[in-house]
């Protein structure tokens, strides 16, 4: 079962069980009379599931490395459950309209939700994870990325995939048999670190494999979709060829740029709004300027200054750029705050709305990082992430939020090719709520 088939059914599960949870209610609440109060508990509980499903999305619950039933899935699980309890009360006490205001009803389908909820998730696991929903993977050829995406696999069962097999490089030259192993292992997915097109004898055994209708895959596109980024070093010129080689999307890109617009106005008033309680916090804190200039590269390598609110002490780089460590001294005691609710971001809506930046897209970075030859030389690639406009957030941000040394920036360069190959509205979306979870929980960096 592929990936966006698993969301995609924990999502109808989900709903399922939420509509489930209103009729036990109102059937224990009124009895065989429970009808009568259906179309009136329906259209505005609808309301209320709708923002309790985009709670449950934002809060990670449809993330399948969260799927599982651990001590991790029920904290999250308590949270939104928590998030969800206050959104009704203020939908159902501020806004009368609906003519109700369930009190006892209200909490007793929260509990009965919930319950349904732990219940309807433990099945899915269950079965997601059983012998025949497993999809079973033959991996032929073994690299660095196929032992990060077996023990990816390993770890994440409730992605419904099963690594059967390996088969080193030499026996894939001299393997006549393959269609035997198939057959005997129920293989379903075949993943091929080889090229296909500079191995004859591998060719004529996959096409042995037609009739088993077995989806063969290579590993680029096969780790893509599993991690939700690109393996750089199992990729060649021609992959960008392929791939990012289909014109810019015009459409995309215009209407995006309106979006930014819309939303950096808006954030540029909320941000005028704060302007006096941040920068006296900052001033409090430590001596030195509010606001905060620097150098970085955006779209094409075109330099441009950012601006941020001050996070680190007026002489922070007195002895040159350095990465932000994960326990910098550098950074105040407001400046903490500030880098993990993201606040420090806010003035660069700014840049946003002149259009050095998008609200989406790859971090711009240092130049001194960015065209540093250490860099250049151990990061296949690294230009590419310059030829979109960098971004507030990005999929490397929600995917891999810190960075502080050349491994780190390597691991963002496989999300923002990601993100680069695959921009869409929806991808768009998806980056801005799980933001917007990161923000109110305090996880920056």
């Known amino acids: 079962m592929a990936t966006k088939a698993k969301k995609a059914l924990l999502f ?41 499903l985009m709670v449950f999305f934002i809060i990670g619950l449809y993330e399948l490395n969260l799927a599982r039933n651990n001590l991790g899935f029920f904290i999250t699980l308590g949270k939104a459950l928590l ?29 009965i939700f919930a319950l349904l909820f732990i219940v309807w998730r433990q099945v899915y696991n269950y079965f997601i994870k059983t012998s025949p929903l497993l999809n079973n993977v033959l991996v032929l050829g073994q690299n660095q990325e196929t032992k990060e995406l077996i023990n990816y696999i390993h770890n994440n069962p409730q992605m419904g995939y099963h690594i059967k097999k390996t088969v080193d490089p030499e026996e894939v030259r001299i393997l006549s048999d393959l269609i035997k192993i198939l057959v005997k292992d129920k293989v379903q997915t075949i993943v091929t670190t080889v090229n296909p097109h500079q191995d004859t004898n591998l060719v004529k055994n996959l096409y042995q494999c037609l009739p088993l209708k077995i989806i063969v895959t290579d590993l680029p ?8 980024k690109i393996p750089v070093s199992s990729i060649e010129e021609i992959w960008f060829l392929e791939n990012l080689m289909c014109g810019r999307k015009s459409i995309f890109e215009a209407a995006k740029r309106g979006t930014d617009v819309i939303l950096s106005l808006f954030g540029l008033f909320i941000t005028f709004l704060l302007f006096p309680l941040v920068a006296s916090a900052i001033k409090l804190d430590s001596p030195g300027p509010v606001l905060y200039r620097q150098k970085r590269v955006g ?59 998008a ?23 690294y230009q590419i992430r310059h030829t979109i406009k960098p ?16 491994e780190d920036n390597l691991q963002k360069l496989q999300y923002d090719l990601y993100y680069t190959k695959n921009s869409s509205f929806i991808l768009d979306l998806v980056i801005i709520l799980k933001t917007i979870k990161i923000i109110l929980s305090a996880a920056g960096r």
């Not at 009729?23 to 065989?32: A, K, Q, R, T, V």
């Not at 609200?359 to 690639?381: C, D, Q, T, W, Y």
């Open 299 to 357: 779209r094409d390598n075109q330099i441009f200054d950012i601006v941020k609110f001050r996070t680190m002490v007026i002489d922070a780089e007195k002895n040159g750029a350095q990465w932000s460590q994960k326990e910098d001294k550098r950074v105040t005691r407001v400046g903490k705050f500030l880098r993990k609710t993201r606040l420090d971001e806010l003035p660069q809506l700014w840049n946003v709305l002149k259009n050095d930046m």
């Open 83 to 111: 998030i969800n309890a206050v959104i009704a009360i203020a939908f159902f006490y501020f806004i009368p309209y609906f003519g109700i205001a369930p009190k006892t009803n209200l909490f007793a389908d929260l509990i």
């Open 391 to 406: 971004g507030l957030t990005g999929w490397a941000q929600i995917k891999y939020p810190y960075s502080s040394s050349i």
């Open 359 to 381: 609200f989406v897209g790859p971090r711009p970075e240092r130049p001194e990082f960015a065209f540093s030859n250490e860099l250049l030389a151990k990061i296949p690639f």
């Open 12 to 52: 109808l599960g989900d709903l399922l069980i939420l509509y489930l949870a209103l009729f036990l209610m109102l059937y224990f609440s009124y009895g065989n009379s429970w009808t009568n109060s259906w179309n009136q508990h329906f259209f505005p509980f609808t309301i209320i599931y709708l923002a309790w």
């Open 221 to 228: 596109a096969f780790y893509e979709k599993i991690t939700g």
